[in-house]
């Protein structure tokens, strides 16, 4: 392993500086390659972006960036993309921006000199992949911090990566277009392409199993095409788009249910009543317990103190099942009409059972 260390002025850094909009970035002559595929996309907030500018511009010292040397002596940018990439912009007339309201171009011509001639430090790192892909993981824990599944990609490069972030981690990426109401995250932070990947991964695979095993297929059109039939199923089955379907975990569901015949009207209808339903606290558990009519996916809102204490010396301390008596602190609140049968949790649907019987009774 050899590494030295350069220093590369800015006018070199922006030579031939292209970005063709597909996520191929080059620089520095046409020999750096900015954004290698397992990299992430460009992330950095404006204030970020600004920062790494004014920096420049009052001539302080950036963080070194690292640069892997390839067998054809091209270079490709291990740490120091998004901070390449801004000042890129900066200086570029096309993607421009203003910091303090002045684009580059707006700026006196000694002012535009000093950032052209401001030296960057740059680290040249030559070895074997396995350092390249070592030294990224290792750099980029002091920096912006990366997502487990950008570091997935760093370890599983290839060709099945490439094509997978086609779908999936592009601002408004196919993924994002049709599945942006059912899930958190973000594509460019690679959120999508982990969630995807979890829901079609075999039963027992780990993600990092999954993109092993395909890591040098040429496509990811099978993890495409799973993706859209699960969101497919959600929209024919859930036809009321609500914020609690975003987050849940639909390929679960549509792994355990997809093969059943369901009502869709008949699931609107419920699901509308249980969102309007005060005793249940957790919207989002709604849409399994539909499928498996387990009531712990909704949180079924619990009687509080105030209602056990009345209840306990309204029955004098006596558990209503097995008339034995006991301390409060031995008994459990339990509903007298059942909350699937429409009891309510209220002070009035209130009966307190010793926990040996409460048990028995859930049991049933």
Known sequence: MKIELHR??????????????????????????????????????????????????????????YWAIRTDGTYEVIDGQQRTISIARYVDIVDGFPVNDLFFENLPRDRQKQILDYELMVYKCEGTD?????????????????????LRNAVYAGSWVSDAKRYFSRSNCQAYNIGQDYMNGSPIRQEFLETAIRWHKDNGDTIEKYMGRHQHDHTAVELWNHFRSVI???EATFTG???????????????????????????????????????VTNHKGIYPYLLTRNEKYLNIRAFDDVMKQRAYEKQNGICVSCKEPFELSEME????????????????????LCKDCNRRKSDR
């Open 333 to 352: 609140a339990d509903h007298i009409t059942p909350w699937y049968e429409g009891g309510p949790t209220r002070e009035e649907n209130c009966q307190m």
């Open 241 to 279: 788009k609500r914020k609690a379907m975003k987050g849940v975990d639909w390929g679960k569901l549509y792994n355990e249910h997809s093969h059943r015949d369901l009502d869709p009207a008949e699931i609107e209808t419920e699901t509308a009543r249980l969102v309007n339903d005060r005793d």
């Open 130 to 150: 396995s350092d390249k892909l070592d030294w990224f993981k290792t750099i980029n824990i002091a920096g912006e911090k990366l997502t487990d599944q950008e």
């Open 8 to 65: 590369i002025p800015v006018r070199k850094l922006v030579e031939n500086y292209q970005d063709d909009g597909e996520g191929g970035v080059i620089g520095y002559g046409g020999r750096l390659d900015i954004r290698p595929k397992y990299q992430r996309e460009f992330v950095y907030k404006p204030s970020q972006r600004d920062a790494v500018i004014n920096s420049i511009q009052n001539n302080r010292p950036l963080n070194v960036m």
């Open 232 to 234: 497919g199923w959600v």
